[in-house]
């Protein structure tokens, strides 16, 4: 077969017929598209390409044998080992994004015309919602002519109350904390729950790692320490929810002082920074670029005083809340401009250079969000991150003096973390699964609606459950093939959300490499950030011209719990976790203790994203099958996707377990309103 041929039937010269090439052979993947587990039009951007860049990039590919079996039978011809070569050298990343970005394009024209029509399709089930509370049976017999969900009475969207333990049954998909959370809150609530989780445990993104120190220790003390890889801290005062349940299934956390430090060999802007230290210290980046740090300051300011104009943050009614991640819809929040506006375009249109936005902002927020373009990232947004992890530090997040770790040592004082890092993350699923009947390393494949209403959810070990509801709490480009007859509206919702590898699919960011080599971090200031620096970020110019941020998260700092926490400084443990490390370096192979990939990890704060997440309102429901997980949220993080899963499972019919937490409970109807369910 020749390589031109293959070429053509990559899904947009050649709808109908799909072909991919591994080492020299080509398999016709046209009707395996309908099955690929990670969704049709994952597999369709790479279709006409070769495979070798995605099972490096998407290692799921490589776990298991699973890929390779599915591939094999597939096979339709062979390349000539000339055209081999040639097709691996051209699929790049870059043309990798380049197709998955003209899908994306597509799916926004559609998203737009349905975010557009939102106020009539919101106006259409208020009328029946408002007739049906009247006429029950006639708000349910409207609610079957329109296209729309309208809760509590489209078929399958009413809510089911168990009035003998296990009379109604759930299927959750996906073990992550949505997943889990809304299986354990149904649980509670008497449903028969099975939770499938394809990976060999649950807990989705919220992984944890445990660093053999064997070599380097006496013989009695600790050889293991378990640390997270994510979730390794999050400020209380948001998590409202997540604090809700830390408390209820006993598990404790502590204070996390965080501090990031940032060393930028860019040229025009050389010099270091300590996110929490205010100070205009000689060589400091506050002095460097102080012109942009005051633009930005600007920039805060403004997008605060709209935001908080728009939310009605100044009215009486609300002075009493707390302050939420979840309000920026409230009161005439929805007309808030910011929404969309970008808060670089904010910054920039004050007078703040790009130079400040790729050497400070860019890297200090890459360590968050996994991902080094940030130029999308809502203006609505800003106040919280800034509230979070602050880049203008004040005395309400953060803190400094001397301290035990340094002179003048300063830290973000807004984080709570695990008293005991790994042991305590895994408590959390294992005490949320505790009764469930959890299946996993079992993927589900197909979900069918049954004509009696019931749902029959597929296993690949080609077993089924029938059950009443459906909850997917999966990465969204998935559902569409497991959910095969979901509407042409939910089509369009599905195929929105954009993920930070959509971006940046081979970028460091995506693979983590844990390692004990001290010696990526600049020597002058080693010592300094092995103790207190919970981030060491390198930003350097590459010979291509771009700026590439390296990114060294110290889990040395960053661990709590036995093996690390009560040692003295200097015999603590170097555990860093690499990210996307700068030109010419390297970390020496036989201090390296494990890998890791992110793909799929984090919808990125998007407009896209957020009127995807505003439309799925629509769908969410239909026939008893629900979404949640963290694309169904405005943002993403560990309490915005347990909350998602509290609040599917009260669309089901579970009741809101934090009853007695009022702020909570504003933040689960807050989080309700906006997924309108
Ligand atoms: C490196 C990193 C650091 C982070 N740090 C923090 C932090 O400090 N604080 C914080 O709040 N948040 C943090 N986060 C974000 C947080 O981890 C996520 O927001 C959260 O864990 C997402 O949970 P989820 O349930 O929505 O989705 P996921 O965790 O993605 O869960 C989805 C699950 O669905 C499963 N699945 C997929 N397809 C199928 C199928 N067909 N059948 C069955 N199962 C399926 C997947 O295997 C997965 O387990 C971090 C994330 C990363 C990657």
């Given at each position: 077969m020749s390589l031109d041929e293959v070429r053509k039937c990559d899904g947009i010269q050649n709808k109908d017929r799909l072909l991919v090439t591994h080492d020299g052979i080509v398999y016709d993947v046209t009707m395996f598209a309908e099955n690929h587990p990670g969704g049709r039009t994952l597999l369709e951007t790479a279709a006409g390409l070769d495979l070798q860049h995605f099972f490096d990039n998407y290692t799921v590919h490589g776990k298991s044998d699973k890929a390779a079996n599915w591939l094999a039978p597939l096979a339709v011809g062979k390349l000539t080992e000339e055209e081999t070569l040639m097709a691996k050298q051209h699929t790049t990343p870059e043309k990798h994004v380049e197709k998955r970005m003209a899908m994306l394009t597509k799916a926004r024209r559609k998203i737009l015309v349905v975010t557009a029509s939102l106020p009539l399709w919101l106006a259409v089930r208020n009328f029946v919602s408002f007739v049906g509370w009247f006429v029950p049976s006639l708000g349910r017999s409207l609610a079957r002519i329109v296209p729309v969900v309208v809760p509590g009475f489209s078929p399958g969207?009413?809510?089911?109350?168990?009035?003998?333990?296990?009379?109604?049954?759930?299927?959750?998909?996906?073990?992550?904390?949505?997943?889990?959370?809304?299986?354990?809150?149904?649980?509670?609530?008497?449903?028969?729950?099975?939770?499938?989780?394809?990976?060999p445990h649950v807990s989705g993104n919220a992984r944890t790692f445990d660093w053999d120190f064997s070599p380097y220790r006496e013989k009695d003390e600790e050889q293991t320490v378990r640390s997270?890889?994510?979730?390794?801290?999050?400020?209380s005062?948001?998590?409202?929810?997540?604090?809700?349940?830390?408390?209820?299934?006993?598990?404790?956390t502590v204070h996390q002082p965080l501090s990031w430090f940032l060393n930028s060999k860019v040229e025009g802007a050389v010099g270091t920074l300590w996110g929490a230290d205010p100070r205009l210290y000689e060589g400091s980046l506050r002095k460097v670029l102080e012109k942009d740090f005051n633009r930005y300051k600007y920039t805060l300011n403004i997008s605060n005083v709209i935001c908080d104009f728009f939310t009605f943050r100044w009215a009486p009614w609300r002075r009493e809340d707390e302050p939420s991640m979840y309000d920026n819809h409230q009161g005439l929040g929805f007309m808030n401009p910011f929404n969309i506006i970008p808060l670089y375009t904010l910054y920039r249109s004050l007078g703040g250079s790009d130079l400040w936005w790729d050497v400070v902002f860019t890297p200090h927020y890459t360590a968050s969000f996994l991902v080094d373009e940030l130029r999308p990232f809502p203006a609505v947004f800003g106040p919280l991150i800034e509230s979070q992890i602050p880049l203008l530090p004040n005395k309400s997040n953060c803190w400094q003096g001397k301290s035990k770790r340094g002179e003048n040592d300063c830290n973000i004082n807004t984080c709570v973390t695990w008293k005991d890092a790994g042991k305590g993350i895994r408590e959390v699923f294992d005490r949320l699964t505790s009764g469930i009947d959890l299946r996993e390393n079992t993927r589900v494949l197909d979900v069918k609606v049954l004509p009696n209403g019931k749902k029959r959810v597929y296993d690949e070990n080609d077993k089924y459950v029938d059950v009443d509801r459906v909850i997917f709490a999966c990465p969204v480009n998935a559902i569409g093939n497991i959910h095969k007859s979901h509407s042409e509206l939910a089509d369009t919702i599905l195929a929105t959300p954009i993920y930070a590898d959509d971006l940046h699919p081979s970028s460091g960011h995506m693979h983590a490499v844990m390692h004990s080599d001290s010696t990526v971090i600049e020597s002058e200031h080693r010592e300094d950030c092995l103790k207190r620096a919970s981030n060491y970020v390198e930003v350097t110019r590459l010979s291509n011209g771009e700026i590439n941020i390296e990114n060294q998260y110290n889990f040395g700092v960053q661990t709590p719990g036995p093996g690390v926490y009560d040692l003295p400084l200097d015999k603590k443990p170097v555990m860093l976790i690499s990210h996307s490390l700068g030109e010419g370096k390297s970390i020496d192979p036989s201090l390296v203790r494990g890998t890791g990939n992110h793909a799929r990890a984090h919808p990125l704060y998007s407009g896209w994203n957020v009127m995807a997440m505003l439309s799925l309102r629509l769908v969410n429901g239909e026939n008893g099958i629900y979404y949640c997980s963290n694309w169904t949220t405005p943002a993403n993080c560990h309490d915005m996707s347990f909350l998602s899963g509290l609040v599917c499972a009260h669309a089901v019919g579970a009741k809101y377990p934090f009853e007695h937490k009022r702020e909570a409970k504003k933040d689960f109807n807050r989080l309700r309103d906006l997924m309108g369910i």
């Amino acid at each position: 077969m020749s390589l031109d041929e293959v070429r053509k039937c990559d899904g947009i010269q050649n709808k109908d017929r799909l072909l991919v090439t591994h080492d020299g052979i080509v398999y016709d993947v046209t009707m395996f598209a309908e099955n690929h587990p990670g969704g049709r039009t994952l597999l369709e951007t790479a279709a006409g390409l070769d495979l070798q860049h995605f099972f490096d990039n998407y290692t799921v590919h490589g776990k298991s044998d699973k890929a390779a079996n599915w591939l094999a039978p597939l096979a339709v011809g062979k390349l000539t080992e000339e055209e081999t070569l040639m097709a691996k050298q051209h699929t790049t990343p870059e043309k990798h994004v380049e197709k998955r970005m003209a899908m994306l394009t597509k799916a926004r024209r559609k998203i737009l015309v349905v975010t557009a029509s939102l106020p009539l399709w919101l106006a259409v089930r208020n009328f029946v919602s408002f007739v049906g509370w009247f006429v029950p049976s006639l708000g349910r017999s409207l609610a079957r002519i329109v296209p729309v969900v309208v809760p509590g009475f489209s078929p399958g969207a009413e809510p089911l109350h168990c009035e003998e333990e296990e009379q109604y049954s759930v299927a959750v998909i996906g073990g992550g904390i949505a997943g889990c959370g809304a299986a354990w809150s149904c649980k509670e609530s008497g449903f028969r729950v099975t939770l499938f989780e394809a990976r060999p445990h649950v807990s989705g993104n919220a992984r944890t790692f445990d660093w053999d120190f064997s070599p380097y220790r006496e013989k009695d003390e600790e050889q293991t320490v378990r640390s997270c890889v994510s979730v390794t801290a999050w400020p209380s005062l948001y998590y409202k929810n997540y604090t809700a349940l830390l408390e209820k299934l006993d598990i404790e956390t502590v204070h996390q002082p965080l501090s990031w430090f940032l060393n930028s060999k860019v040229e025009g802007a050389v010099g270091t920074l300590w996110g929490a230290d205010p100070r205009l210290y000689e060589g400091s980046l506050r002095k460097v670029l102080e012109k942009d740090f005051n633009r930005y300051k600007y920039t805060l300011n403004i997008s605060n005083v709209i935001c908080d104009f728009f939310t009605f943050r100044w009215a009486p009614w609300r002075r009493e809340d707390e302050p939420s991640m979840y309000d920026n819809h409230q009161g005439l929040g929805f007309m808030n401009p910011f929404n969309i506006i970008p808060l670089y375009t904010l910054y920039r249109s004050l007078g703040g250079s790009d130079l400040w936005w790729d050497v400070v902002f860019t890297p200090h927020y890459t360590a968050s969000f996994l991902v080094d373009e940030l130029r999308p990232f809502p203006a609505v947004f800003g106040p919280l991150i800034e509230s979070q992890i602050p880049l203008l530090p004040n005395k309400s997040n953060c803190w400094q003096g001397k301290s035990k770790r340094g002179e003048n040592d300063c830290n973000i004082n807004t984080c709570v973390t695990w008293k005991d890092a790994g042991k305590g993350i895994r408590e959390v699923f294992d005490r949320l699964t505790s009764g469930i009947d959890l299946r996993e390393n079992t993927r589900v494949l197909d979900v069918k609606v049954l004509p009696n209403g019931k749902k029959r959810v597929y296993d690949e070990n080609d077993k089924y459950v029938d059950v009443d509801r459906v909850i997917f709490a999966c990465p969204v480009n998935a559902i569409g093939n497991i959910h095969k007859s979901h509407s042409e509206l939910a089509d369009t919702i599905l195929a929105t959300p954009i993920y930070a590898d959509d971006l940046h699919p081979s970028s460091g960011h995506m693979h983590a490499v844990m390692h004990s080599d001290s010696t990526v971090i600049e020597s002058e200031h080693r010592e300094d950030c092995l103790k207190r620096a919970s981030n060491y970020v390198e930003v350097t110019r590459l010979s291509n011209g771009e700026i590439n941020i390296e990114n060294q998260y110290n889990f040395g700092v960053q661990t709590p719990g036995p093996g690390v926490y009560d040692l003295p400084l200097d015999k603590k443990p170097v555990m860093l976790i690499s990210h996307s490390l700068g030109e010419g370096k390297s970390i020496d192979p036989s201090l390296v203790r494990g890998t890791g990939n992110h793909a799929r990890a984090h919808p990125l704060y998007s407009g896209w994203n957020v009127m995807a997440m505003l439309s799925l309102r629509l769908v969410n429901g239909e026939n008893g099958i629900y979404y949640c997980s963290n694309w169904t949220t405005p943002a993403n993080c560990h309490d915005m996707s347990f909350l998602s899963g509290l609040v599917c499972a009260h669309a089901v019919g579970a009741k809101y377990p934090f009853e007695h937490k009022r702020e909570a409970k504003k933040d689960f109807n807050r989080l309700r309103d906006l997924m309108g369910i």
